[in-house]
């Protein structure tokens, strides 16, 4: 798999952030839950948060994928521009409905744009086969490939779900 080497992407001796599939392995209790809420509707869906040049903060919807680990494809403008520059974001899932309006997955990390053909074919693969579509969309070619790498997870239960407590669930790298 071959990063870019942009800001924010992953460097020998880095303690910090970590791949979803490295966080799955040491907390399955945690992935099971944010996998279920990432995917609740049968395909990834969330909101990213970036800084803007300015500082403040940007909101966009996004379909993250979970294929072993987190990725995403991300039309080029200021969502990506912003990553490209901070390589930093915050991912939160899509909200339930009552009585579970409350739950919910955010997680904050950095990012590593990925050229890899194979996992960009097998990535398409699977984001057609959740849409239940034959073609990408027009320009998807030019999105990149991004992996998002974890620095914390929170999972927040309105009532307890599959071994967690009502409440948050923080876990940090």
Not at 40 to 47: E, I, K, N, R, V
Not at 99 to 125: C, F, K, Q, S, W
Not at 136 to 151: C, R
Request: include cysteine.
């Amino acid at each position: 798999m071959g990063g870019t080497g942009l800001r924010g992407g992953r460097r020998a001796g880095n303690v910090g952030p970590v791949r979803w599939s490295e966080w799955a392995a040491a907390r399955p209790d945690l992935e099971t839950v944010a996998r279920g809420m990432i995917y609740q509707h049968g395909l990834g869906l969330g909101f990213l948060a970036t800084v803007r040049p300015d500082g403040g903060p940007r909101v966009h919807p996004i379909c993250p994928i979970l294929a072993g680990n987190l990725y995403a494809f991300i039309v080029p403008g200021p969502k990506l521009n912003d990553l490209r520059r901070e390589g930093r974001y915050a991912l939160c899932s899509e909200t339930c409905p009552p009585p579970r309006h409350d739950d919910n997955v955010y997680l904050t990390g950095d990012i590593e744009e990925i050229i890899d053909p194979g996992l960009r074919e097998r990535l398409t693969a699977q984001l057609l086969a959740e849409r239940h579509i034959t073609e990408p969309w027009p320009g998807f070619e030019a999105e990149p490939l991004l992996e998002l790498h974890l620095d914390r997870v929170l999972i927040t239960l309105t009532q307890p779900t599959q071994g967690l407590p009502a409440g948050h669930t923080v876990w940090t790298a």
